[in-house]
């Protein structure tokens, strides 16, 4: 299992110098320290062995779980590991596995809205922006509001990607 903090921190109560000095520069959350203690603790109940989590995007009303390993992994039987998170952490909790394929991660984060459309446009400058659409009746069946959205799928994929209504 891999988290965004080191094995021994995350079976441990307390943070190795690495770890630590991670968590006071800002490249680790205290969300990072948490979820990753909770995984290893989960260990003994569910197949974790083979779970990578690249990232952990805190998006205020959702959290999303960047897994580069197969996300059926965190989600587990019956979504019983992602429950079981959500429940510990009191959150929202979405897993988006990291793939090359920036279609796919955007029609995971958004579910359970289904994207109407999706394309690349250049704009003045050659800069390129994808743009999502939806039905705006689906909005408030959106995970998380859009500007939270549109933040998360950026940092996700890199990529500069705005939603628009129709
Ligand atoms: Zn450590």
Redesign the pocket.
């Known amino acids: 299992m891999k988290t965004p903090?080191?094995?021994?921190?995350?079976a441990s109560g307390s943070?190795?110098?690495?770890?630590?000095s991670?968590l006071s520069s800002g490249a680790l959350s205290q969300l990072d320290v948490e979820v990753s203690r909770l995984l290893y603790k989960y260990r003994s109940h569910f197949s974790l062995d083979d779970v990578e989590l690249a990232q952990i995007l805190n998006m205020g009303r959702l959290v999303i779980l960047v897994t580069s390993s197969d996300a059926g992994l965190l989600i587990g039987k019956k979504g019983r590991v992602v429950n079981a998170l959500s429940k510990d952490l009191g959150m929202k909790i979405r897993i988006v596995q990291k793939t090359g394929d920036v279609k796919r991660m955007v029609e995971e984060l958004l579910l359970p809205v289904r994207i109407t459309g999706m394309n690349l446009v250049y704009k003045q400058g050659g800069e390129q922006e994808y743009r999502v659409r939806i039905h705006s009746q689906d909005v408030p069946r959106l995970p998380s509001d859009l500007i939270a959205l549109e933040a998360a799928l950026h940092k996700l994929t890199g990529q500069k990607i705005s939603v628009a209504l129709e």
């Not at 903090?5 to 995350?10: K, N």
Request: charged share 25%; proline share 0%; aromatic share 0%.
């Open positions: 903090i080191c094995e021994l921190c995350a943070l190795c110098n690495n770890c630590e991670r």
